[in-house]
Nanobody, 120 residues
Framework: QVQLVESGGGSVQAGGSLRLSCVAS??????MAWFRQAPGKEREGVAS???????VYANSVKGRFTISKDNAKAFLYLQMDSLEPEDTGMYYC????????????????WGQGTQVTVSA
């Protein structure tokens, strides 16, 4: 059974930073991504990374968030800086078997999420 387990969420003030981690029981060499869902809103893509390290970010987080992965350890990360109250939500790690075209909602495996709360 494939497992993705997120950690690193918490409560911070606006302008602060958090680093999310996701450990996977499968290879992270293919498409990996972070999604988030705010209360009362649909889940949205935050960032993705493909098999050769090319990254894509949502416009709302460009320049503030950085996605990375360590394939040897099967970890996915999301460094979040200059956090804003609008970044509040549950953050999910996701994995797919395809190596490219990683931006989008077509992911097979999902973690349970880690909560991020940013106060003004």
């Amino acid at each position: 059974q494939v497992q993705l387990v997120e950690s690193g969420g918490g409560s911070v003030q606006a302008g602060g930073s958090l680093r999310l981690s996701c450990v996977a029981s499968i290879s992270t060499r293919n498409c990996m991504a972070w999604f988030r869902q705010a209360p009362g809103k649909e889940r949205e893509g935050v960032a993705s990374i493909n098999s050769v390290g090319v990254t894509v970010y949502a416009n709302s987080v460009k320049g503030r968030f950085t996605i990375s992965k360590d394939n040897a350890k099967a970890f996915l990360y999301l460094q979040m800086d200059s956090l804003e109250p609008e970044d509040t939500g549950m953050y999910y790690c996701a994995a797919a078997h395809r190596p490219f075209s990683c931006w989008g909602n077509d992911y097979r495996y999902w973690g349970q999420g880690t909560q991020v709360t940013v106060s003004a």
